[in-house]
């Protein structure tokens, strides 16, 4: 028999252990994610445009206020549609809708709260969030795989001891993945401001945003040869 075919299947003198090995770690999030649009309606095409160009600036300013707890802003799609009226002839046009959407994560969560309700109390602003994930780069996700390998090899070593015999060598080890879990967000938006003179003084109270822990789980698949035991 081929090294390559003993290696899958075992032989009686190298009789093949195959197991698998997981570990989860449950971890506090490293950065959040929010969505912003921003809109803009009116009859003209001009002051829509710069309705919007005025609320995206205000939103961008308050978002680069919070210095380095903004660890990225970005702007994604920009949108300037016409509306036509759904009566009369031809192609007249009702209004426009513009839109700009933009994204900002973070990883100081103590401002989160704060300005997230900022933005939402600014006019025709939505946001969208928190996501809660890990870095792409995190050690976290190493931790995993490592325990999941060293839970294989336990649990090998268990099976051989069970059969009065030892480990003799590691003919395989294939990754069977290493995922976060994704946690629910919560959703959040406000339109145009509809607050008396009294109300529209007195700031919005911040919200208490809670990070959700975040599931990793990482898993492998390991073949060992074993020393041939004695039955």
Request: proline share 6%; charged share 30%.
């Given at each position: 028999m081929t090294s390559a075919a003993t290696a899958r299947h075992g032989t009686p003198d190298a009789p093949l252990l195959v197991v698998r090995g997981e570990a989860e770690l449950d971890v506090e999030p490293e950065v959040a994610r929010i969505g912003i649009t921003v809109g803009a309606r009116g009859r003209d095409r001009r002051s829509t445009l710069d309705d919007l160009t005025r609320r995206n600036t205000a939103v961008l300013d308050l978002v680069k206020s919070y210095g380095r707890a903004v660890e990225e802003l970005s702007t994604g799609a920009f949108s300037l549609t016409p509306e036509l009226a759904e009566r009369g002839r031809g192609e007249r046009v009702r209004s426009y809708r513009g839109r700009v959407h933009l994204g900002a994560e973070f990883s100081d969560f103590t401002v989160l709260g704060e300005l997230t309700t900022r933005l939402a109390d600014l006019e025709l602003t939505r946001v969208d969030g928190p996501w809660w994930s890990l870095r792409p780069g995190s050690p976290v996700h190493a931790e995993a795989r490592r325990r999941a390998v060293a839970e294989a090899v336990q649990r090998a070593r268990e099976y051989a001891e069970a059969l009065g015999t030892t480990l003799a060598a590691l003919t395989?080890?294939?990754?069977?993945?290493?995922?976060?879990?994704?946690?629910?967000?919560?959703?959040?938006?406000?339109?145009?401001?509809?607050?008396?003179?009294?109300?529209?003084?007195?700031?919005?109270?911040?919200l208490d945003l809670e990070p959700a822990r975040l599931r990793v789980a990482a898993g492998v698949e390991a073949r060992f040869t074993m020393a041939p035991p004695r039955l």
């Amino acid at each position: 028999m081929t090294s390559a075919a003993t290696a899958r299947h075992g032989t009686p003198d190298a009789p093949l252990l195959v197991v698998r090995g997981e570990a989860e770690l449950d971890v506090e999030p490293e950065v959040a994610r929010i969505g912003i649009t921003v809109g803009a309606r009116g009859r003209d095409r001009r002051s829509t445009l710069d309705d919007l160009t005025r609320r995206n600036t205000a939103v961008l300013d308050l978002v680069k206020s919070y210095g380095r707890a903004v660890e990225e802003l970005s702007t994604g799609a920009f949108s300037l549609t016409p509306e036509l009226a759904e009566r009369g002839r031809g192609e007249r046009v009702r209004s426009y809708r513009g839109r700009v959407h933009l994204g900002a994560e973070f990883s100081d969560f103590t401002v989160l709260g704060e300005l997230t309700t900022r933005l939402a109390d600014l006019e025709l602003t939505r946001v969208d969030g928190p996501w809660w994930s890990l870095r792409p780069g995190s050690p976290v996700h190493a931790e995993a795989r490592r325990r999941a390998v060293a839970e294989a090899v336990q649990r090998a070593r268990e099976y051989a001891e069970a059969l009065g015999t030892t480990l003799a060598a590691l003919t395989e080890l294939a990754d069977t993945g290493t995922e976060p879990s994704r946690p629910g967000l919560s959703s959040f938006a406000r339109g145009a401001r509809r607050m008396s003179r009294a109300d529209a003084s007195e700031p919005a109270e911040p919200l208490d945003l809670e990070p959700a822990r975040l599931r990793v789980a990482a898993g492998v698949e390991a073949r060992f040869t074993m020393a041939p035991p004695r039955l």
